[in-house]
């Protein structure tokens, strides 16, 4: 199975694989973007995040963003001191994250993909590569259903979520 970093693309080998098809590709870090991220690296890590196309947010163990990078916070339209610290839905503006019980506390948060797949990452150290994901915006009486690709990598016990949006449907009343 071919390997490649899902960060810059660069090949990375051949990981074994059961039926050892050629065709099958696999998702990891490679070491160079490890390094430019995390080690002692002359690159900072906000110049680092922003050599990505996609948006992409680095989040904590706490599931808490620390840093975001250019197309991230054009996509959301705020300045990093408005996204760190803040949980993903308060960041994607996740219409329940607006109850009183906030992002991650709420009956609606049990089945998250961005959330589950993030702690996933956290917890397992497993990568994942374009999970699709929904979130709703607006209200939880009026909200709008955008379709979204995500794909997470643990690096150094953080969680690297890189974000596209495939989508958006039509607005949901409930």
Known sequence: MKK?????????GVHPSEDNSERMITHGMCEECINNVFAGSRIELGTFLDTFAAPVLVVDETA????ANKQARMLFHKDLPDIEHLE????FECAYAKLPAGCGKTIHCDGC??????????????????????????????????????STERVKGVVMLRIEIVGSN?????
């Open 4 to 12: 490649v970093c899902a960060w810059c693309g660069k090949d990375m």
């Open 88 to 91: 993903p839905g308060d960041v």
């Open 170 to 174: 039509e607005k949901t009343q409930r």
């Open 64 to 67: 808490c963003v620390i840093t």
């Open 113 to 150: 993909t961005i959330r589950n797949t993030i702690m996933d990452t956290l917890q397992s150290g497993k990568s994942h590569l374009k999970t699709p994901a929904y979130l709703h915006t607006g209200t939880p009486d009026d909200c709008t259903k955008i379709d979204l690709l995500i």
